[in-house]
Nanobody
Framework: QVQLVESGGGLVQAGDSLRLSCAAS????????MGWFRQAPGKEREFVAT????????DYADSVKGRFTISRDSAKNTVYLQMNSLKPEDTAVYYC?????????????????WGQGTQVTVSS
């Protein structure tokens, strides 16, 4: 079992950058596929980015491709989401998740463990 705690959210202006962190405890993040999801008010939770066990493979939602980067620091047992060129439509609660399903890594059903979320608000 792994526990996940997100941090780094906040209120920024369009065009700004933020880096979200997801600190894991209980097990090493290299044991899992790690993902970031987000949920905007009135909308369903959606996939943002994922990083496979070895860290060599990443996937991104089309809406964030080229602007967001997922990475990890195994020594710190932490996963990051670097978000650049933020847009108002990126406003959401961002969740970190850990799972083990390669086939379902783009879907929230593929993840067993979730953090509590961190709010990101981008003003225009």
């Amino acid at each position: 079992q792994v526990q996940l705690v997100e941090s780094g959210g906040g209120l920024v202006q369009a065009g700004d950058s933020l880096r979200l962190s997801c600190a894991a405890s209980g097990r090493t993040i290299t044991s899992y596929i790690m993902g970031w999801f987000r949920q905007a008010p009135g909308k369903e939770r959606e996939f943002v980015a994922t990083l496979t066990w070895g860290g060599a493979s990443t996937d991104y939602a089309d809406s964030v491709k080229g602007r967001f980067t997922i990475s990890r620091d195994s020594a710190k047992n932490t996963v990051y989401l670097q978000m650049n060129s933020l847009k108002p439509e990126d406003t959401a609660v961002y969740y970190c998740a850990a799972g083990s399903s390669t086939l379902r890594r783009l879907h929230d059903a593929g993840y067993r463990y979730w953090g509590q979320g961190t709010q990101v608000t981008v003003s225009s």
